[in-house]
């Protein structure tokens, strides 16, 4: 019961908290900024509307859509928010998972190259490289986790008592997987400084590219699950950090959305603070986040 | 073991019969599909008594009154039959009506023999149980797909690649040959048993020696090179029996000697990992570098080799660390990769015939849009690079999962074995994510976006022969992913007769196969359900046409697309070091520019260090020599008998 409700809200939530990135911009800037349920007001324009194929395009361009937000919420299914056990979990569920999300890419990746466009082509290329990158960050986290005794499952992570989170005994690690996390949230979610979601020019846009030619209940597909897939990453870091309180599961939950917020709110003050990262930069900057987490993985081996 | 004999005799005929009646090309055909088919069913029946009690048999005979041959079938050769029987029947199907030209029917009836000739050497090689039948049955399938792959002699190109291949497959026979030897003179008998009780020392030369013999016909790298080369040159469904089947008999060679020689040191499964790694991320940058889609999916092989060794690698590392649960993992994830491979690289390779035989091209920056005029083959095509991938709910993410489990279990370990199981992980994740990108850029240059010739323009969907076979292939996969119990049953009853794992069932596995049933399913069923919902949401509503948005450029033309060497440039350039990329570019100078050429070829490191290395070497000192060769017969005679009398004056 407890697990259905938390997954409900989740999805509730996804498309809410990005509205929180929005308002911290909007006050770097100076402005009043748009209204926090402003994903879902899109979201529900989108389903109103019709839509315009390319001629180009197949049945590959319906499919992408529809597998990636599929995708994106088997990936939810799993997650244990605030230590809630999720609905499903079984050994090695990440690995599940995180190939899962690697068929959405497939995916979109296919329906963007499926509409002959040049710009979506480019936009597709640096998608496949940089995912590809982030992956081996993922799994040397996955390596890490294992070694902490998490086991090989999201539940076992970041549910029960045997938690791993920064309070724990190995918490300063965690430090080094915090940041990490971080920047893969921002590496895999075309967020600044690898990609601008808010950038007026198609050469240099990465995922937004990708999206051009989808338009109505299509479109409404990708932004849903581009904010599910954006909130999975976002659990990841707030899980870590959790502070152990044996509280009732309402403060537990509302200690983490909290804690989402605040992962939302420096999304945000990133993008208001740093500027975009020239192309070749980027991998250095996704491997950052490999080197991090492999230095935790050196430091395990004298400890375990 | 009779009724096996049986359906290796079945395949031969259907293998002879077409060349007798060869001037009746259908029927021709027909028998040799009749033939084949019969054959493997009936090979595949036989080998339900293996899978069912566990004994080993065994039939031989003595040949020439000193030559013992031994043909015995226990469960691991039966498991590495299943690919043989299983592919065979489906690409002699794909056949029909790819070999179309009825004045070439000579020679499609010989190309009938030697395919019935490499199915039954294949075959004879894993069953083989001692040391004469199974170099026997080795220089048979050498020779059988040689042959085959000499398929259009005409093309300079083909003998080339035939050559090599033919000097590849000699010396890695000779390599064996040598280790063998070795065994003789140790144990001064030719069964295979004998080699559990050679000395240390002997058996790391006999695991190297045919570890270099059989890495050469695997593909591993750096012994891959006539691969790439000979691979595309045969017809396409012999591509597909080389490069699904044929190599892993150097992963069953490599097996079966591990096996024989019962060594734990720890040396041999760390060679194996190592060896798998750069296989793996090597192989898979090069598919990513390559423009001909034939050569592409050669070098895939290449890297799907490498994953089948990191799996044994795991294994025997579990044998070594005495972790039985990682063995039984890794093993199991390397025999069910083989089965995989051989499915849906079969299938790829059938999909890239199809487009030959539809557009008369290989290079995929000349093709396009093919998925609106060959539907069936681009829905395969599509489904088989999503195996290849890794991805689930097809087969390839189940091998991939038992052996990223293996490794997870070999995170426990200390020090340098810690570090090669971390490694294989990071190595498993980028193969996996290079791959994702590699067949992204097969199917999205070949079947998606507008077609780039007028060939691509004018293709038409390929006969329905070839069509039932990739859709054949394509169920297989589904099937294994979706229900992989009885498939991953099936692999822990051939594991079984090994020593190291012996009495282990499908039960070490724990919930395992049934998860990832569940996952498989449930993201299957999520799709359907997020499929049903837009069909809702789509009621009623308006739908319109157009062009793709060009950013406000007005005349697009197909030749804008992007194309498969921009898409894949910045992956490859970031592994630099280990592959090279080739630029020649002539600048536009004037105002008014002429005509420019703009060529990027991807290298193999590896080919021209060997060239370098070995083959100007000796072809140099070869050319230093060349006065003893003058054709004169009684000289040569002379040479040959002077040797003689200096051997027995040394020896």
């Known amino acids: 019961m407890e697990s259905s409700l938390a997954l409900g809200i989740a999805l509730l939530l996804a498309p809410v908290l990005p509205g929180v990135i929005l308002k911290v911009k909007a006050l770097f800037a100076g402005k009043t900024g748009p209204p926090l349920l402003i994903r879902w007001y899109t979201l529900i324009k989108l389903l109103r509307k019709g839509s315009v194929y390319s001629d180009s395009t197949g049945f590959v361009f319906r499919l992408g859509p529809v597998v990636g937000c ?173 502070p152990p309180l044996a509280a009732g599961p309402l403060t537990n939950g509302l200690v983490f959305i909290g804690l989402l917020v605040l992962v939302y709110a420096t999304v945000g003050v990133t993008e208001s603070i740093t500027a975009r990262l020239r192309m070749h930069l980027v991998p250095k900057f996704i491997l950052t986040s490999f080197a991090l987490v492999f230095f935790a993985i050196i430091l395990t081996m004298e400890l375990v | 073991m009779h009724l096996l004999l049986l359906a290796l005799a079945l395949i031969l005929v259907g293998g002879v019969l077409p060349l007798i009646v060869h001037r009746w090309f259908r029927l021709a055909k027909l028998l040799h599909l009749i033939g084949v088919t019969a054959g493997c069913l009936t090979g595949l029946v036989a080998l339900q008594a293996v899978w069912r009690q566990p004994e080993t048999l065994t039939t031989g005979w003595s040949w020439l009154g000193f030559c013992p041959l031994v043909l015995s079938l226990d469960s691991v050769t039966a498991l590495f039959l299943l ?25 499609t009836a010989v190309s009938a023999l030697c395919f019935s000739l490499l199915v039954v050497a294949m075959a004879l090689v894993t069953l083989a149980g001692n040391m004469v039948t199974f170099a026997i049955a080795w220089e048979l399938m050498s020779i059988a797909s040689w042959c085959l792959v000499l398929y259009d002699f005409e093309r300079a190109e083909t003998r080339r690649a035939g050559t090599t291949y033919f000097l590849f497959t000699q010396t890695g026979a000779l390599l064996i040959l040598a280790a063998f030897g070795l065994v003789y003179q140790a144990t001064g008998s030719l069964a295979f048993d004998g080699m559990a009780a050679l000395p240390a020392g002997i058996k790391s030369m006999v695991f190297f020696l045919t570890l270099a013999g059989f890495g050469s016909k695997a593909g591993i790298l750096p012994l891959h090179i006539w691969l790439p080369h000979a691979h595309p040159a045969a017809p396409s469904h012999i591509s597909a029996l080389l490069s699904g089947v044929m190599i892993k008999m150097g992963i069953y060679g490599i097996f079966r000697i591990y096996l024989l020689l019962g060594d734990p040191t720890p040396l041999f499964p760390q060679t194996i990992l190592l060896l798998g790694m750069a296989s793996g991320i090597l192989g898979v940058v090069h598919a990513l570098g390559k423009h001909d889609l034939k050569r592409l999916l050669a070098y895939s092989s290449i890297e799907n080799i490498g994953i089948i060794l990191l799996g044994l690698g795991l294994g025997m590392l579990g044998i070594t660390v005495g972790n039985r649960l990682m063995a039984a993992f890794g093993f199991a994830g390397a025999l069910l990769h083989v089965l995989n491979h051989a499915l849906f690289k079969s299938l790829l390779f059938l999909g890239a015939g199809a487009v030959l035989h539809a557009t008369g091209t290989r290079q995929l920056d000349q093709l ?18 999503a195996a290849i991938a890794g991805l689930p709910p097809l087969n390839g993410f189940v091998s991939e999962f038992l052996i990223y489990y293996a490794a997870f279990q070999g995170l426990s370990l200390g020090g340098g074995n810690l570090l090669l199981c971390l490694f294989t992980i990071v190595s498993l994740a980028l193969i996996g994510g290079l791959a994702s990108a590699c067949f992204t850029k097969v199917v999205g240059m070949v079947f998606l976006g507008e077609p780039r010739t007028e060939h691509a323009r004018q293709a038409t969907e390929v006969g329905p022969s070839m069509r039932a076979a990739m859709v054949l292939l394509t169920l297989a996969c589904l099937v294994i992913g979706l229900w992989p119990e009885p498939v991953l049953r099936l692999i822990f009853a051939g594991l079984r007769d090994m020593a190291p794992l012996a009495g282990i069932t499908v039960d070490a596995l724990g919930p395992i196969p049934a998860n990832l049933a569940l996952g498989a399913r449930l993201l299957l069923a999520l799709v359907l359900l997020v499929a049903l919902g837009r069909r809702l949401l789509y009621r009623g509503k308006v739908i319109g046409r157009g062009p793709t948005w060009g950013c406000g450029y007005s005349r697009p033309t197909s030749r804008m697309q992007y194309t498969g060497a921009s898409y894949a440039r910045s992956m490859v350039e970031f592994h630099r070091p280990f592959v090279r990329v080739r630029t020649e570019a002539e600048p536009l100078t004037r105002i008014f520019p002429a005509p420019a050429v703009w060529e990027s070829r991807v290298e193999d490191a590896a080919e021209i260090g060997l060239t370098r290395g070995l083959v100007e070497p000796v072809l140099r000192i070869a050319a230093r020599l060349h006065w003893i060769q003058h054709g004169r017969i009684q000289l040569y005679i002379a040479y040959i008998v002077l040797t003689i009398v200096v051997l027995l004056l040394t020896v």
């Open chain 2, 83 to 107: 690919p043989v029987l299983l592919v065979a029947p489906v690409l002699a199907l794909y056949a029909y009506h790819y070999l179309d030209k009825p004045a070439a029917a000579w020679r």
């Open chain 1, 70 to 242: 599929a995708t994106a919420l088997l990936a939810l299914l799993f997650f244990p928010f605030a230590g809630f056990s999720p609905l499903l979990s079984f050994t090695g569920d990440i690995i599940v998972v995180l190939y899962a999300l690697g068929l959405g890419r497939f995916c979109t990746v296919l329906a963007a190259l499926d509409t002959a466009s040049p710009f979506e082509g480019m936009g597709a290329a640096r998608e496949v490289f940089f995912a590809s990158l982030a992956e081996i960050g993922l799994f040397v986290v996955l390596i890490l986790f294992h070694r902490m005794g998490g086991g090989l499952s999201l539940a076992g992570w970041f549910a029960g008592p045997q938690a791993i989170s920064l309070a724990g005994p190995q918490g300063a690690l965690l430090l080094l997987v915090i940041v990490a996390l971080f920047l893969l949230l921002l590496a895999e979610n075309s967020r600044v400084p690898v990609d601008d979601p808010a950038t007026h020019l198609e050469l240099t846009m990465i995922h937004e590219v990708m999206i051009l030619d989808h338009s109505g209940p299509d479109l409404a597909l990708i932004e849903f699950g581009a904010h599910c897939r954006l909130l999975f990453s976002a659990c990841l870091v707030a899980s870590l950090l959790r």
């Open chain 2, 368 to 385: 396009g849009g093919l998925l609106r005029t060959m539907p069936v083959t681009g829905r395969t095509f599509l489904a088989g690079s």
